[in-house]
């Protein structure tokens, strides 16, 4: 026997809103945000970048993964060629560390790019508006 949380009535199992009150009986989901919503805020933020600061960070994330790849091939030769562990480690750290600071200086001079050209927009504007 299942009842109402609401009001108390006694249903039937097979119920899913109550006879008496209209309750749900149990919690409907939340919505999900939708493809097209997730589409239109990349592709919105995809504008707002401009071509120039989405090719940067296009590039950053390439030599991100290519330092990663580089450090897999590494971590390979190194541990067939009977290289000490802790050689191993140091060695493949600096590489994996390497392309993430170069993909990192990469991304933020990209951003760096991004917030002159919106600081020239706006003294340009300002400039007119006078």
């Given at each position: 026997?299942t009842?109402c949380?609401k009001?108390?009535?006694s249903?039937?199992?097979?119920a899913?809103?109550?006879d008496?009150?209209g309750a749900p009986?149990?919690?409907e ?8 919503e997730?589409k239109d805020?990349?592709?919105?933020w995809?504008?707002d970048?401009?071509?120039f600061?989405l090719i ?6 390439i030599?991100?993964a ?6 897999i091939?590494?971590?390979?030769t ?10 191993i ?7 994996l560390?390497s392309g993430?600071?170069l993909g ?8 760096a ?6 600081l ?5 504007k300002e400039?007119k508006?006078?």
């Open positions: 026997m009842y949380p009001c108390g009535k249903l039937s199992d097979d899913v809103r109550c008496a009150c009986l149990y919690p989901p939340e919505p999900e945000q939708k493809p097209a997730v805020a990349l592709r919105k995809a504008l970048q401009g071509q600061c940067a960070k296009a590039l950053a994330v030599v991100m290519f330092y990663l790849l580089v450090s091939v590494y971590l390979v190194l541990i067939t060629g009977g290289v000490s562990a802790g050689m480690f140091t060695e493949v750290l600096t590489k560390l993430i600071a990192a200086i990469i991304w933020l001079l990209s951003d790019v991004l917030y002159l050209q919106r020239y927009q706006m003294k340009k400039c508006d006078k």
